[in-house]
């Protein structure tokens, strides 16, 4: 008897399922029929329902239909969990609508208070002129009021309306932009625009500022986007890095692989390819999955972005903030088609400007004057031609840099280091633009101190260059390396010649990724004890500039002489630029390559930004190459007799890496990876997912895709 009831006690037994489906049955009656409480809807659902495109105005008037990039991003602004979004966006990718719909969502759904601010008070005026003024009438209406003799008028920057939202427009760049304002919403547009910078003025992160309009809430939200523009000075890239990084996963129609869509390169098996006619314009353009190779057609474009998801790349600094990525080929607007993108590609045709644009617009990403790359030996070795004269006839000053070596075996006995020290020696020739010579290069073998050594070198720094029309130059200031075990010795062969501008350098340690103001320190560092000094050097500074010199092609391009050996350019090409997931940028040598070239002509250019600090006469190469008569680029020659030509061709100025980009070799005749022909011919083998379909679900209206995320 008492072991039955401690059994009846558990209700494991019971189904309820019927009971539960009763209660659900009559919550929902009472809520349709007897309450009549209208369903929530989540911000894809309302926007869907309420905003209309008017005939005319897009590719696709009617209800607006949020696409499978932006459905997630809609959705975030309900997510109790998230309070910064920042999205990184190209154009051509449906934003502004987009950005309207949240803006209304919040405005009259769910009344809460936004603060909306564009670059400048004109931008931000010309928004609401064209983009919300007109929804007064319409989405707005029932919101608005009529202010009565005694309650504050609305202005056009200020609105106030009956459900207790509110409104707020901003221009960014005034100094007092985001003062007084208390705000639930701040979303902020077109970001990598002059007017978000900060100034002096302005007393600190725009940005900062304007999340701090938040604080009185504890839902607060920030709403950020922009197409990136540069780099090093992009505030949407810098929110970005901070965020988790989202990228836009899709699936082969084909083989079912789930890849992010990127542009590629001849380099990649994967990518964008395209066919072009004689006239050089694109007749088909498809996109090689990164799974299997197959074909992906421009008509797979919209089940593959309606069945997308996006993905976190990143951990981000603080959770609660989502990054999100925009390029253009997601998009299905009518210019963001796939051969439209491809011509625009050919377009560039070595074209930094256009390069640019492309990266900004179409991939959503900041330009970058490295890109990233890794510096090409064979590319810079086209770069050696035969001079006139031993100075090429635009150099304005000579400058040298000495990079020192205890030992090349990696032995560090003092028996035979003697024999195996060494240091190079690079000379080179600045033009009015900076542009780098090399002169010569040579290895001087011997310990630092050593009387034999030392004189060997000082015959190579003090030997008088000569140009074509017998113009003497002496090296104006030389940079040498204190690195390693020769730092006394060094510092000593410096003071005996400070005179002549020799200085001991040595690498500044800055934090991972930060550069220094300047690349030559205004003031030495000194030793008490010895009396010597020395100059601590931002090495990573003076790499970004080599670097963007070696890059460069065409009348920008450095130059080196032909009788420079072969290895020289392997060795110049030692490091590479790496960029780590928090977008910090340093030097990293690659490879085997002890890289003393490269070290010489980074030391170079340290030695002359110390010239051009302690010089009146070289402050400004510019100036000194007026008062010297020297003209402004390398007059054409023959590179293979340094000739003098009359008429040589023009070429345009772009990086080496550019040109080699936009040559169109990812035209048709890019072999595509296995079975790729094949399934170009034959009906897909997997039927690409179907477009997801609302449907209907305990009385209210869920899209399925929305749910998903
Ligand atoms: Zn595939």
């Avoid at 996006?310 to 210019?335: D, E, L, M, N, Q």
């Avoid at 003092?414 to 290895?443: C, F, M």
């Avoid at 070696?550 to 290895?567: D, K, Q, V, W």
């Avoid at 040559?663 to 011919?681: D, T």
Wanted: net charge neutral.
């Amino acid at each position: 008897m008492f072991e039955v009831l401690q059994n009846e006690i558990g209700f494991d037994h019971l189904d309820l399922s019927e009971s539960e489906r009763l209660l659900d049955v009559a919550l929902d009656d009472l809520r349709n029929n007897t309450l009549q409480i209208p369903p929530y809807l989540n911000p894809v659902e309302w926007i869907e329902e309420n905003i209309k495109i008017p005939q005319g105005d897009t590719f696709r008037p009617g209800n607006l239909k949020l696409l499978g990039f932006q459905r997630p991003v809609a959705l975030d602004m309900m997510d109790a969990d998230v309070d910064q979004i920042t999205v990184l966006k190209g154009v051509q990718v449906g934003w502004s609508t987009f950005m309207k719909g949240i803006l209304f969502y919040g405005l009259k759904y769910l009344g809460v208070k936004i603060a909306l601010a564009q670059p400048t008070k004109g931008d931000a005026e010309g928004y609401f002129k064209d983009q919300i003024k007109p929804h007064f009438d319409d989405i707005l209406k029932e919101i608005i009021r009529t202010p009565k003799k005694g309650d504050i008028h609305d202005t056009w920057d200020e609105w106030r309306f009956l459900n207790r939202a509110a409104l707020y427009f901003r221009g960014a760049a005034s100094d007092d932009a985001f003062r007084r304002i208390s705000v639930q919403w701040m979303m902020g547009d077109e970001l990598d625009a002059d007017g978000w910078k900060s100034t002096e003025r302005s007393q600190g992160d725009k940005v900062a500022m304007f999340m701090a309009r938040g604080s009185a809430f504890s839902n607060a939200k920030m709403f950020l986007g922009s197409t990136p523009v540069n780099r090093e000075t992009s505030l949407i890239y810098r929110e970005w890095l901070e965020s988790d990084q989202r990228r836009f996963f899709v699936s082969c129609p084909h083989c079912g692989e789930r890849q992010v869509l990127k542009w590629g390169s001849d380099k990649t098996p994967y990518g964008f390819r395209w066919k072009t006619n004689e006239h050089d314009h694109v007749i088909d353009c498809w996109y090689v999955c990164e799974g299997e190779g197959c074909r992906i057609d421009e008509y797979h474009k919209q089940d593959m972005v309606e069945a997308g998801e996006f993905v976190p790349t990143a951990i981000p600094t603080r959770p609660g903030h989502r990054g999100y990525h925009w390029p253009r080929w997601y998009s299905p607007a009518p210019k963001a088609c796939w051969v439209d993108i491809a011509q625009q590609w050919l377009g560039i045709k070595g074209d930094t400007e256009k390069l640019k644009e492309f990266i900004n617009n179409c991939m959503a990403e900041p330009w970058d004057d490295l890109g990233g790359e890794t510096l090409d030996p064979e590319s810079i070795r086209s770069l050696q031609t035969k001079y006139r004269a031993e100075v090429p006839d635009d150099v304005v000053a000579l400058t040298a840099g000495v990079d020192t070596q205890s030992n090349k075996e990696g032995l560090k006995d003092g028996g035979i280091s003697d024999q195996l020290a060494s240091r190079e020696i690079t000379i080179v020739g600045w033009s009015r633009n900076k542009i780098p010579r090399v002169i010569a290069h040579h290895v001087v073998e011997g310990e630092p101190g050593d009387a034999s050594a030392d004189a060997e070198l000082d015959a190579i720094r003090t030997k008088i260059y000569r140009k074509a029309d017998g113009t003497e130059m002496k090296i104006l200031a030389t940079a040498i390396d204190m690195g390693g075990h020769y730092g006394d010795q060094t510092k000593a062969y410096a003071k005996a010649r400070a005179t002549s501008r020799v200085w001991a350098v040595k690498g500044r340690n800055n934090a991972l990724g930060t550069r220094s103001a300047l690349v030559f320190p205004k003031k030495p560092s000194r030793s008490r004890k010895t009396g010597t000094s020395w100059y601590m050097i931002d090495t990573q500074l003076a790499k970004d500039f080599v670097g963007r010199c070696l890059t460069i092609r065409g009348p920008g391009a450095s130059s080196f002489p032909h009788t420079l050996p072969e290895t020289y350019f392997d060795d110049l090409t030692a490091e590479k630029l790496m960029v780590d997931k928090k977008g910090r940028r340093y030097w990293k040598r690659k490879g085997k390559n002890t890289g003393e070239a490269w070290d010489c002509l980074v030391y170079a250019y340290a030695a002359l930004c110390g010239l051009q600090a302690s010089s009146s006469v070289y402050r400004d190469l510019n100036l000194a190459a007026e008062k010297l008569g020297i003209g402004d680029a390398l007059p054409p020659h023959d590179p293979e007799t340094g000739e003098l030509l009359d008429d040589a061709p023009a070429t345009s100025l772009s990086t080496a890496s550019n040109i080699k980009r936009t040559k169109g070799i990812q035209k048709q005749n890019e072999p595509l990876r296995h079975g790729a022909e094949k399934v170009q011919a034959e009906v897909p083998k997997v039927a690409p997912k179907p477009v997801a379909k609302r449907k209907k679900q305990g009385g209210r209206v869920v899209s399925s895709t929305a749910r998903r995320w």
